[in-house]
Nanobody, 120 residues
Framework: QVQLVESGGGLVQPGGSLRLSCVAS???????????MAWYRQAPGKQRELVAS????????NYADSVKGRFTISRDNAKNTVHLQMNSLNPEDTAVYYC??????????WGQGTQVTVSS
């Protein structure tokens, strides 16, 4: 079973930056089965939304319209780690951010989440 552990969340002022990290662990065959990794977020009273994703093979990325130009997702395959660099944060970015890893058979693993709070 793949396990995901997020880190890097915290409190930041509007306009500030945070860098989230997610480390995937497991046996080699399970790690090798990961086709893509992504970040989701869920704010109180709102539905969970996909923030950004990245594929393992060519590193293709996708972003929610609300974060384009501000957030950057990247992956270090050798370290089984995905990052989310978040710049120009605003209060609307406040949410619990979840890391996911999706296997080639479409099974999705979820991390426990890390809180990001943007407030003055």
């Amino acid at each position: 079973q793949v396990q995901l552990v997020e880190s890097g969340g915290g409190l930041v002022q509007p306009g500030g930056s945070l860098r989230l990290s997610c480390v995937a662990s497991g046996v080699f065959s399970q790690i090798a089965s990961i086709a893509s990794m992504a970040w989701y977020r869920q704010a109180p009273g709102k539905q969970r939304e996909l923030v950004a994703s990245i594929t393992t093979d060519i590193g293709g990325t996708n972003y929610a319209d609300s974060v384009k130009g501000r957030f950057t997702i990247s992956r270090d395959n050798a370290k089984n780690t995905v990052h989310l660099q978040m710049n120009s944060l605003n209060p609307e970015d406040t949410a619990v951010y979840y890391c996911t890893a999706t296997a080639w058979d479409t099974y999705k693993y979820w991390g426990q989440g890390t809180q990001v709070t943007v407030s003055s």
